[in-house]
C-alpha cells in the first residue's frame, strides 16, 4: 500500500495548539502545511449554521446551554478560545459560511461532519447544502456524518459531492455497505482497522479517512500504508513524519 501518497487533514483545525473549531485553528491548519480541514456543524436557534462540536456550549465557549436554544448572534458573543488560552480569549464560534469564503480562496480540502440529532438531519442538510453551492465549493467538501441517513439527505441534494460514512466501530463488510449506499469513501475510528479490512476498503475505490490519529508511532504506519488520509489534531507533526523528518 505503501506507494500511495496520504493526506493529512487537521481535526477540527489545528486543535493542538489553537482552540478547535475556530478561524485560528483554520489558519494555523494551513501554515502547518494540512491538505484538508475535518470540522463539526449544528443548527442555531435561528437555523443558521455554527461550526461547533458539541450540543451544547458549555465545553469550548464561555456561554452555557445548547447550541440550538440560542441564536447565532447570541452565540457570537461568547469567547469561543479563553478555554483554551487567553491568547484566544477574542476567538468566536465561525458560521459556516464564514469558513466557507475564507476556504474558497486557498487549496485546502474541507471535511464537513454534520451533528445533527434525527429531529434536525433534514433541515441542517438542506442549509449546509445551500451554503456550500452558494460558495461554489462542493467540489473541494467532503460530507461526512455518524448519521447515515443525513448523508442520504445530502446525496439527494448533492449527488456529486463526496460523502462518507463515519464509523465509530466495526461494520461487518464495511466496503460492501459503503458500496451498496452509495458513499464514496469510510471515515474509521482507527483502532478498528486491520490491513485486511483497508485493503478491502481501498480495493472498491473507496476513499478510507482514519480519525484521530495524534500518536507519531500511528501516524507513520498509517502513512505508509498509504490510506487515503489521516485526521490529526497536530497536523505539522504529521506533516513532518510524511515527509520522513
Known sequence: MS???????????????CPENTMAAFYGAQADGADGIEL?????GDGQVAVIHDHVLDRTTTGTGLV??????EIRQYSAGSWFSPAFSEERVPSLLEVLEWISSTPLKLNIELKCPAWDRQELAEAVEQLVRKCGVSKKVIYSSFDHLALKVLERLSPDTERAALIGGTIIDAEKYAVQNHFSGLHVYYPMIDEQTA????GR?????????NDPDWLAYFLKQGVTAVMTDDPRSAVDIRKGK
Open 205 to 213: 475505490g473507496l476513499a478510507l479517512r482514519l480519525y484521530t490519529v
Open 199 to 202: 485493503e478491502a476498503i481501498i
Open 3 to 17: 506507494h500511495r501518497h496520504s493526506e493529512i487533514f487537521a481535526h477540527r483545525g489545528s486543535s493542538a495548539r
Open 68 to 73: 440550538r436554544s440560542h441564536t447565532m448572534d
Open 40 to 44: 463539526d456543524v449544528q443548527l442555531t
